[in-house]
Nanobody, 121 residues
């Protein structure tokens, strides 16, 4: 079993910053990728940023230049630094990880419980 626990959400004013953290624990042999999705009320869940092994990162267009994803592989933790926040960034943010639980096992996707980010003046 693998567990992802997010932290760092909350309320921010437009232009402010927040930093999200997500720590993976449990039966982990290796983590192929870690990332962040978000879901706003009435909208579909969308990819925000993803960190793939060997330093490759992906960002949703609207967060490029404002958000930065980083990983601490030794701690099985992924971070999302969110700067210049906008009201449209308001959503529940979910952490995800593609985890291998054994040397011969394919990666499976695991999800955190989500953390609320609200940007409002």
């Amino acid at each position: 079993q693998v567990h992802l626990v997010e932290s760092g959400g909350g309320l921010a004013q437009p232009g402010e910053s927040l930093r999200l953290s997500c720590a993976a624990s449990g039966n982990i042999f290796a983590i192929n990728a870690m990332g962040w999705y978000r879901q706003a009320p009435g909208k579909q869940r969308e990819l925000v940023a993803k960190s793939i092994s060997k330093g490759v990162t992906l960002y949703e267009d609207s967060v490029k230049g404002r958000f930065t994803i980083s990983r601490d592989s030794a701690k099985n933790t992924v971070y999302l630094q969110m700067n210049s926040l906008k009201p449209e960034d308001t959503a529940v943010y979910f952490c995800t990880a593609a985890v291998r639980t054994d040397v011969n096992a394919p990666p499976n996707d695991y999800w955190g419980q989500g953390t609320q980010v609200t940007v409002s003046s």
